[in-house]
């Protein structure tokens, strides 16, 4: 059944992954930590490791401690992606959070119009997250993000053009059990960059790239310690269907402390191992890494810190 599924899976993420991957704010559905990576990045419905804020933001209403992590990616053709996350609780029931993630390439080698070598320059996007959530009942909590963008291209050796907008998610997470848990995700509602070229060419204009707007649901199961995550996804560019996005992951700890993973999603292959212990207080800390690939052959690794006080 479960080789039944993952192939329907696979045979349905290709089949749409075209109409969507090179959409603008890319980065930001990439998978940020080795974590959700290595389960498919179907973090809807679960609490990542010290990053609440990413995969649902209605999640910072449910902590209990104050969390802060790292995570970094190395990509192929020099290409990075680093994500930083503090969040913490607002008694009784309420918590923000603070994001920032960063891409970018490397190593870009401009050329004069004569085809000679001029300076390595390098682009990249950033985005700054914000969150608020909400417990409305004891079970159910509300929240949202906003996003603060920018996308700094370069276009000469002294000439750099920006992108910058804003965008927003929000999140709602429904605690149906002790081992169950209900996520819906409306992400990037209204994200964009807005570009303005009269700067750099004499007929330049004034544009928008409008994000893909995806809505989520998600859920997280826990059978017998196998923790089991998945959400379907469908992504919109504002006016019709773009493409169904779905995702799959497991999780399975050993002797508490160990963990390993696997999952599909974003049209990605991925898997991942865990370490949990104490560094001033026991299981305080998490250390993690996930190695994906897709079907074009692009690899990814990813290492991931998060700490809890």
């Given amino acids: 059944m479960m080789k039944k599924i993952f192939l329907t899976l696979t045979f349905i993420s290709t089949l749409f ?26 973090l809807t419905a679960d609490l ?23 995570s970094y990616t190395k990509l192929s053709l020099d290409r990075r992606l680093s994500a930083t996350s503090f969040a913490t609780p607002l008694p009784p029931t309420a918590g923000i959070g603070v994001a920032w993630i960063n891409s970018g390439v490397t190593d870009i080698q401009g050329r004069y119009s004569t085809g000679e070598k001029s300076t390595v320059m390098q682009s990249g996007e950033n985005a700054v997250m914000i969150t608020f959530a909400q417990r409305i009942l004891p079970w159910l909590s509300v929240g949202s993000t906003v996003k603060i963008l920018r996308y700094d291209l370069p276009i000469t050796e002294s000439d750099q053009i920006s992108g910058k907008g804003i965008g927003f998610d929000v ?13 819906i995700m409306i992400q990037d509602i209204s994200s964009n960059y807005q ?32 923790i089991i995550v998945g959400d379907a996804g469908i ?3 504002h006016k019709s269907f773009t493409s169904f996005l779905p995702r799959l992951g497991v999780e399975y700890a050993f002797l508490d402390q160990y963990f390993f993973r696997g ?3 974003n049209n990605r292959i991925a898997f991942g191992i865990g370490l949990e212990y104490g560094l001033f207080k026991a299981h305080d800390s998490h250390l993690d890494y996930a ?19």
């Fill in 17 to 42: 992954a075209q109409d969507w991957a090179g959409h603008s704010g890319g980065f930001l559905r990439m998978g940020m930590t080795s974590r959700s990576t290595a389960m498919g990045g179907g």
């Fill in 48 to 70: 990542d490791h010290s990053f609440a804020v990413f995969h649902n933001p209605a999640w910072a209403a449910f902590l209990i401690n104050q969390q802060v992590g790292f």
């Fill in 171 to 183: 999140g709602i997470l429904i605690k149906s059990g002790e081992f169950v848990t209900l996520g």
């Fill in 195 to 226: 570009w303005n070229t009269g700067d750099v060419y004499a007929e330049g204009r004034v544009y928008k790239d409008e994000f893909p707007t995806l809505y989520r649901i998600g859920s997280r199961m826990n059978y017998k310690g196998l």
């Fill in 235 to 237: 992504v919109t560019d």
């Fill in 263 to 265: 999952g599909y999603g």
């Fill in 291 to 309: 190695f994906s690939m897709d079907w074009v052959n692009q690899t990814a690794h990813i290492i991931s810190y998060a700490f809890n006080f």
